[in-house]
């Protein structure tokens, strides 16, 4: 096991399990495009087993909703009720083989290219991980049984209050307790 705590190093060994592995299991709060590993993700739709998706505060940007919404192995929480929050990046092959990425990063282009995050890489081979695999699969079971695909209607409708809180948010972009960021 190892810790991973720049994006970029994120970004990079999420793209290197997407290429090594053939089954996708991804839970994660929110996501959108913009980093290497959305685009390889796309790339490789057909490998995805179950990836859930939150919807919670509108954060998950409408291009991913538009790029994934039409593809049977991924959903989306879309109640309100509660918060979903896992961040959990789970690859495997047939063999049994596989590797996991759990943290602090959603799938977003910000935690995978300059936020501040830091993840857990666990391997199959590390010593005391036998149940590990199948304690997450269970777990990304639970997600799957509680989200579903998004309707035409209901991707129209979230991009709408997107629009209406992205310019709330935008007015504050750099402000933190009245202190205007350098960037």
């Known amino acids: 096991m190892k810790i991973i705590t720049t994006p970029s190093n994120i970004d990079k060994t999420l793209v290197?399990?997407?290429?090594?592995?053939?089954?996708y299991?991804?839970?994660?709060?929110?996501?959108?495009?913009?980093?290497?590993?959305?685009?390889?993700?796309?790339?490789?739709k057909h490998r995805i087993v179950k990836m859930i998706?939150?919807?919670?505060?509108?954060?998950?940007?409408?291009?991913?909703?538009?790029?994934?919404?039409?593809?049977?192995?991924?959903?989306?929480?879309?109640?309100?009720?509660?918060i979903y929050h896992p961040k959990v990046?789970?690859?495997?092959?047939e063999d049994g083989s596989w590797e996991c990425l759990i943290g602090s990063a959603n799938f977003t282009a910000s935690a995978l290219t300059k936020n501040l995050e830091l993840m857990a890489h666990?391997?199959?081979?590390?010593?005391?991980?036998?149940?590990?695999?199948?304690?997450?699969?269970?777990?990304?079971?639970?997600y799957w049984e509680n989200s579903r695909a998004m309707t035409n209607n209901e991707m129209v409708n979230y991009?709408?209050?997107?629009?209406?809180?992205r310019r709330k948010l935008n007015t504050l972009k750099g402000i933190y307790g009245g202190i205007q960021s350098k960037d």
């Open 16 to 23: 290197k399990l997407m290429q090594k592995y053939t089954k």
């Open 159 to 165: 991009k709408k209050i997107w629009d209406k809180n």
């Open 89 to 93: 990046y789970l690859f495997s092959n």
């Open 53 to 82: 998706v939150g919807t919670h505060f509108y954060q998950t940007h409408p291009n991913f909703i538009y790029n994934f919404a039409n593809t049977e192995t991924v959903r989306f929480i879309l109640k309100t009720d509660g």
């Open 122 to 142: 666990i391997r199959s081979n590390d010593h005391g991980t036998k149940d590990i695999f199948t304690d997450i699969l269970s777990s990304i079971n639970i």
């Open 25 to 44: 299991y991804i839970a994660t709060a929110w996501a959108s495009m913009g980093s290497n590993a959305s685009l390889t993700l796309f790339e490789n």
